[in-house]
């Protein structure tokens, strides 16, 4: 009999779909575990029709969604591309799973937040989304809630970077090189997530026994790496790790105008998902190192 489990993870060119590609193969004893990692050609979330041809073809016993529309400014001038991708390939996908008796783990955001509060966020605190990003997003989590009430685990991240892909350390990286000085926003507060620390909880939490039981309750957990930063505090940090002579500014949100508002504070309160899956989770500027040695070894 086989009990080999398959796994697909979407959205596999991105920050996350990459990162959990490295641990696997760092990391993971994956005997007993056979990945399907799925790229935009195959398995298409803007295009209901390309969902269901691919799950008529292909059966899994867990779907890792890490696909998103995640460009928040431009998600204000594409509404309808943002919420079919966040959101109604989010509830197609919580059908088949529920069809299928597959486990769903989904990726979700700090952006259902206000970002008004002062303390870190809980799963239960109000959700109020300032734009179209939070508020797909937000949708998505509903439409998995009011599919699956078990067998899903809605996880929520913020300001995730990576060696892969465009994210604020590279910006800072190759801005930094190339001026003398930057202005970056102070007054927006949360914890910078390195995606392959988010990829491990993952795996783990695949891996866990709680997962692995017939049905467990769907539930709503937060991960970020440990630790609290401005995007101020964040780019002086990583032109100091990386000995890059560049004056950083700081200015006010309301300096820098832009399409979507940002939520001021999102730091995530991680208490349920580390006592859940008994996880330990880094302080952000220990894994900020670990990115800028891995992109030094890249270059």
């Given at each position: 009999?086989?009990?080999t ?18 641990v696997i193969?760092?990391d ?6 056979e ?9 298409d ?28 400014d431009?998600a ?20 088949i799973?529920?069809?299928h ?11 259902v937040?206000?970002g ?12 109020e ?19 699956m ?14 060696e ?22 102070f ?8 995606a ?32 609290v ?9 990583i ?16 300096d ?8 001021h ?35």
């Open positions: 009999m086989n009990n489990k398959t796994i697909l993870v979407t959205g596999s060119t991105g920050q996350l779909g990459q990162s959990i590609k490295t193969a760092e993971l004893d994956d005997a007993g575990y990945f399907v990692f799925a790229h935009r050609e195959q398995l979330l803007s295009n209901a029709t390309s969902i269901t041809n691919f799950f008529e073809h292909n059966t899994f016993d867990v779907i890792i969604n890490c696909a998103a529309h995640t460009a928040v431009k204000e001038s594409e509404p309808e591309l943002a919420n079919q991708i966040n959101h109604l390939a989010v509830q197609q996908l919580a059908e799973a529920q069809r008796n597959a486990k769903l783990i989904h990726i979700s955001t700090d952006y937040f206000n008004q509060q002062y303390r870190p966020y809980i799963e239960t605190d109000h959700v989304p300032q734009g179209v990003y939070g508020l797909t997003k937000l949708n998505g989590e509903q439409a998995i809630q009011n599919t009430d078990n067998n899903a685990i809605i996880i929520r991240t913020s300001w995730v970077y990576s892969y892909g465009n994210n604020f350390v590279k910006t800072m990286l190759r801005l930094g090189k190339e001026r003398d000085s930057l202005n970056v926003i007054d927006q507060v949360g914890t910078p997530t390195y392959q620390d988010l990829a491990k909880a993952i795996m783990s939490i695949v891996q866990s026994p709680v997962f692995n039981q017939t049905q467990f309750q769907t539930n709503i957990m937060h991960f970020s790496n440990e630790g930063a401005s995007w101020y505090d964040f780019a002086n940090t032109f100091e790790l990386s000995h890059i002579e560049c004056q950083v500014t700081p200015i006010e949100t309301k820098y105008p832009t399409p979507a508002t940002r939520p504070y999102s730091v995530l309160n991680k208490t349920k998902i580390k006592d859940s899956f008994n996880l330990t989770i880094p302080y952000w500027k220990d894994s900020l190192k670990q990115c800028l040695l891995a992109l030094q070894d890249d270059a």
